[in-house]
């Protein structure tokens, strides 16, 4: 797997520092609600600036571009299980499901983009005990995840995102 530019770019100490630095701010409620709104924008700006090479989020974080049911395409931080892509579903702790994971439950047809690779992906929803297993994986990506889950007060939706192809350069 190709690293992202913001990989190849950045010194590993300035992507440790910028890690660190965003994972202590995920767990406040102002950056939730600033950051809901401004950054999947953001990433959604730079990505396609950049040829679908990078997001903001991949100078520290694993992020993916989620394409489903024909609506704007969705950043999301992922963990990997072999071949296969984990996502929670927290809507950055609010109380509603994201409409993305709605598109998933109702069978609609989903693309990962990464590195400007696509590759077709079969959506599951994972069970309760499949997402306590998951879980652990998710929250050392992001440690948020556990705020966004309390915060939520709901089932927090997490989706294991299997290739169903080759990938495809766009």
Request: hydrophobic letters at 45%.
């Amino acid at each position: 797997m190709r690293a992202g530019l913001a990989s190849q770019t950045l010194p590993a100490y300035a992507r440790r520092m910028f890690r660190r630095l965003v994972a202590r701010l995920g767990h406040r409620r102002w950056f939730s609600a600033i950051g809901s709104g401004l950054l999947p924008r953001l990433d959604r700006a730079v990505y396609r600036s950049s040829g679908h090479r990078w997001m903001v989020a991949t100078i520290a974080f694993p992020t993916l571009m989620l394409h489903n049911g024909g609506h704007k395409p969705v950043p999301l931080l992922y963990a990997r299980d072999g071949k296969d892509y984990l996502v929670a579903a927290t809507n950055w702790g609010r109380p509603q499901h994201p409409a993305w994971s709605r598109r998933l439950l109702a069978g609609q047809p989903a693309t990962v983009e990464l590195h400007g690779r696509v590759t077709p992906v079969l959506a599951r929803h994972l069970s309760p005990t499949e997402v306590a297993a998951a879980w652990p994986r998710l929250v050392a990506v992001w440690p948020a995840f556990d705020t966004y889950r309390q915060r939520a007060e709901r089932e927090i939706r997490v989706f294991r995102l299997s290739p169903a192809g080759d990938p495809t350069v766009p």
